[in-house]
């Protein structure tokens, strides 16, 4: 019997469709196609082939825009948005419209170009995170920001046009459609209940265990009751923590524990499929730290999701959440690729 | 520079991209394939193959499940929802749930495999638009039932698993997330302005006719401010109606004419793209009539759409709207195919 469910927290309605229930291999497999590294952009030695260096991880004594960095920040060169203007919003009868001003940057998570987070070592991961954080602070100081999306694209059909791991970010001058939605289901769960809904959801995961992937003591990894895809996956912070930004030193590698555990055993259980994964957190302004609770999604491309479902915002998952998540448990990890000596 | 805008009624922001602008060359052509008509289950004379007819329009003296009709209701082979059971809701801690009832019906459009929408006479079409609104009030008899979702895949990468022409609906026992999202919008505006959103966005398109795709007496298309893909489009009735299933007889043919020109010049425009159209209607239950209306959103299906985009509810569209509606204004009808006499 197909099932019903609501997202919790935006209020969604999702069929879990039982009978056209898919198994791990009824995915096709080995989407993920590298690129010629010959000519990356990304690959050490070509910091001239990409915008100039905004931060970087480097060892000591190297400059900008030279190779020795771990983790390396440039600007996109084909930003959605611009960093320069004003954002003004300019009214015209019903519509309303504002000038395209933002910051779109590229995060390259190392100099290595096969490398990537399911087979990364943790302690490579956590430079990531860390370098994510630094950039949310910096761009925390803009004014004309209100939200900061962070992202990574894995594999063409998730959107990755080069195959060098890397992440982006977009500093928005707006609060997208869904951190809006999340907020406000949020808000008012916390008007009523008078407690997080993040952490309501994450007491009772860990109390029914069989949508539960991974936990260690700061990070616990499930595949949402709610699930909108096959394998959709959320890492949730112990602690109650509304922003990113805020996270602590020592959660970062933590953090990167458990997003390599996720990811790795994606990675096994579906044969390096695409996917995306989306920084959660809470806007730049508000005071939403007592009900707002940050978060990582993880998206795999594994279906065709029809216009209609987009159009309509009605999905249909052939893979029930508890399914995935017992997959996903006993998946085992990817072997990590041989490294050189770190770079740092 | 690019440009943000805000969809008047859902208030969802949008990126036009208009530094990364794609001319209608630029994206994939003749991705829409055939399937062989030899084993089609839709085609004429394999009505054994599909599930008992529900309804259909035949000629005087044929009988279902046989030859002789013009337009063919059955039930979906593999639905997603199930049409019997009960719709209580449970409630587990945080999550609510609901068993999977619903109707998932298949509107063969015609006998013939290898016409569809862009290229039908328009007569055919009011006749499948006739059976729609047959199936809509049917459908409502059924107090399960609260939302009829009407739409149509074409080509594989929109979701259509035949390509002999079809569309489909699925009656639910719950509001989707679109929906409610339209219907809210609506309702506030209405409260603020005392009038129809839509009607006020109809207006004003036709005021500025920058966005403007084609009209006739009865109905608008056109590209809408804030689209959030390339191509989007909409249908907007004139006249001020909530329900898809009160249209009147009269607006049949007009609606066709409407639906065969946009889908005609997407066609011609963009080389027999990929898409899918859904019908925006009120629920079937509470009072919508002052501040909803119906109408039709056409969503190309040119470019990839990356999971981020769909995680955080933010798109980049890389067509202006203005782009959009010109290359379509200017844009030739296709040939039409040429027909067998009517079965009718």
């Known amino acids: 019997m197909p099932e019903l469910r609501k997202d919790p927290v ?44 905004i931060a970087a991880i480097r060892r000591p004594g190297t400059n900008p825009d ?33 000038g395209g001003v933002g910051a779109h940057e590229v995060i390259i998570e190392t100099p290595r ?77 916390f008007a009523r209940e008078g407690r997080c809904i993040y952490c309501d959801i994450l007491h009772q995961e860990e109390a029914q265990r069989t949508r539960l992937v991974w936990q260690n003591e700061d990070f616990v990894a499930f595949a949402p009751y709610a699930a909108w895809c096959p394998f959709e996956l959320w890492i949730l912070p112990r602690r109650h923590l509304a922003s990113f930004g805020d996270l602590g030193d020592g959660h970062l590698l933590p953090l990167a524990g458990a997003l390599h555990q996720v990811l790795g055993r994606l990675h096994t259980c579906l044969g390096n499929p695409p996917y995306n994964y989306i920084i959660h957190t809470a806007p730049y302004e508000g005071k939403t730290g007592h009900f707002y609770h940050w978060h990582i999604e993880v998206i795999p491309r594994l279906s065709q999701v029809a216009g209609f479902e987009w159009g309509s915002g009605f999905y249909i998952n052939t893979v029930p959440p508890e399914d995935a998540a017992r997959y996903l448990r006993e998946a085992a990890l990817p072997a990590p690729v041989a490294q050189e000596a770190p770079a740092g």
Request: aromatic content about 8%; some cysteine.
């Open 10 to 53: 935006t209020r969604r309605w999702v069929i879990i469709a039982t009978e056209r229930a898919a198994r791990p291999t009824d995915f096709p497999r080995g989407e993920v196609q590298a690129n010629a590294s010959e000519t990356c952009p990304f690959c050490e030695g070509r910091e001239a082939r990409t915008p100039p260096e």
């Open 66 to 98: 030279e190779p020795g960095w771990q983790v390396r920040v440039v600007a996109n060169k084909y930003p959605a948005l611009r960093i320069e203007g004003s954002t003004d919003v300019t009214a015209d009868g019903v519509f309303e419209g504002m």
């Open 113 to 189: 170009h096969t490398d990537h987070p399911a087979v990364m070592p943790p302690a490579q991961l956590a430079s990531v995170l860390w370098m994510y954080r630094e950039r949310y602070r910096d761009l925390d100081r803009d004014e004309r920001f209100k939200y900061l999306l962070l992202f990574r694209n894995h594999g063409r059909s998730a959107g990755a046009s080069l195959s060098h791991p890397h992440s982006q970010l977009i500093a928005l001058p707006i609060v997208p459609k869904r951190a809006m939605e999340e907020l406000e289901g949020a808000q008012q769960y």
